[in-house]
């Protein structure tokens, strides 16, 4: 074993990502087999860390969760936690809005990872552009938040129209959610980035999870020149 890593022969365990980026490991767990994802999860456990896992199938849960070790999953975003020592807390909130409510999976797994972070999350689901009057009754509450997340499929307005309401930085999910012409998240995609409000940062398709990355890192910036 290296004093960084630990070599389980099919994958090395970044035991220093902690110390070297604030945040606990998180394991990618869509294309790793029943048998490599219990074997990851026992080795975290042993050494008392505090693991994420996305893209957990509810089928591939169901496989390690009789193993004994202190697992909590959340089917809606297949994410699972095992639990370790105490992690850091954040100051500040971050909203995860979402335009639909199919755009709750990727949202769940952004309120997941985020509050795994350590922060805390407020949710304002089905606030989307087609019937706006729902952002604006929300609207106050959002802007509280210290950061927003965004997160639409179709065309993918809410973005744009969030951050021409908010102060604080607005990062925008696209999703794969919406008929043929979205081309599967492209489409949203393309209107993110192309959006004429400022204060936009976008992350790929799908990827809630990196979003609540980027939300926490902020948070964690904001609250080190606070201090």
């Not at 070297?20 to 999860?41: M, N, V």
């Not at 972070?117 to 087609?130: Q, S, Y």
């Amino acid at each position: 074993m290296d004093s960084l890593y630990a070599d389980l022969g099919f994958a090395k365990l970044d035991l220093n990502r902690p110390q070297r980026t604030g945040a606990p490991e998180t394991i990618y767990c869509a294309g790793k087999t029943p048998e490599q994802l219990l074997k990851i999860l026992q080795s975290f456990h042993e050494k008392d860390c505090s693991v994420l896992g996305t893209r957990c199938s509810a089928e591939k849960f169901e496989a390690v969760s009789h193993a004994g070790l202190p697992l909590r999953y959340n089917e809606i975003s297949e994410t699972l936690v095992l639990e370790g020592k105490k992690r850091f807390e954040l100051k500040g909130r971050i909203a995860v809005c979402t335009g639909g409510t199919a755009d709750v999976p990727v949202a769940e797994e952004a309120a997941q990872t985020a509050e795994f972070f350590g922060a805390k999350v407020d949710r304002h689901f089905d606030v989307g552009v087609a019937g706006i009057h729902r952002l604006f009754s929300k609207l106050e509450e959002i802007r509280k938040a210290d950061v927003v997340i965004a997160i639409a499929g179709m065309e993918g307005a809410l973005a744009g129209v969030v951050a021409g309401l908010v102060e604080a930085p607005v990062i925008a999910v696209p999703t794969s959610v919406g008929y043929g012409a979205s081309f599967s998240g492209l489409a949203p995609l393309l209107t993110m980035l192309n959006s004429c409000a400022e204060g936009i940062s976008v992350v790929n398709i799908d990827n809630g999870f990196g979003a609540a990355v980027q939300a926490c890192r902020i948070l964690k910036i904001r609250e080190r020149h606070h201090d």
